[in-house]
Structures are given as C-alpha cells and as structure tokens.
C-alpha cells in the first residue's frame, strides 16, 4: 500500500506562493495520474489540478494561470506551485496518485495540508 504525505502548506499573505509537495512511502514503479485537491470548511471537496501519464494538464477556473502542478521524477509524485494566492484559496490540501507500485495498483490520498491565505 502506497501512503502520501503532503507537506508545505502555511500562513501566506494575499499575493504570497506556495510550494505544496506529496511524498510516497514506498518506491512507485509507474504514475498513472496524479492530483491536487483541495477542502474548504463548509465545502466539498474540488479537484484543483491533475497530470496524467500522458502530460495532460487540468486545472480548475478559479486557480487557472495561478496554480502549477508538476511531478516529482525522483519520487513519481505531484507537487503544486501557488502563486498569487487569495484568501479563498484558504483550503485542506490534499494529493492524490494512481498507479503501480512494486506490481501492485494502488490509488492513494495523503492526509493532507492545511493553506491560510490572510486577507
């Protein structure tokens, strides 16, 4: 079973970045999408941002030309770059990864990561 860690979250002003990375706890062999989510209190969950294994990219309006989601090679995970943060981007983050690892198909989340975005 694969387990994701997020790390990176925090306080940031408005108009502050932030680089949200997603570590795997075992080796991944193969990625067959990954993505970032994100939960604010009173909401459901979105989808914020997704990269296939064939480098499509997704990502939601309200982060479009703000946001970036890339892989990690050396660990076959995602990470997110926030820039231009707004307050409602205040949100539990959280990554996603399908795939396989050591012959197995998994499908993990990480617990998640909170991102304060102060007015």
């Known amino acids: 079973q694969v387990h994701l860690v997020e790390s990176g979250g925090g306080l940031v002003q408005a108009g502050g970045s932030l680089n949200l990375s997603c570590k795997a706890s075992?080796?991944?062999?193969?990625?067959?999408?990954m993505e970032w989510h994100r939960q604010a209190p009173g909401k459901q969950r979105e989808k914020v941002a997704s990269?296939?294994?064939?480098?499509?990219?997704n990502y939601a309006d309200a982060v479009k030309g703000r946001f970036t989601i890339d892989r990690d090679d050396a660990q076959n995970t995602p990470y997110l770059q926030m820039n231009s943060l707004k307050p409602e981007d205040t949100a539990v983050y959280y990554c996603?990864?399908?795939?396989?690892?050591?012959?197995?198909?998994?499908?993990?989340w990480g617990q998640g990561t909170q991102v304060t975005v102060s007015a």
């Open positions: 996603r990864a399908d795939g396989d690892s050591k012959g197995h198909d998994f499908d993990s």
């Open positions: 075992t080796i991944i062999w193969n990625v067959y999408s």
């Open positions: 990269l296939t294994s064939f480098a499509r990219i």
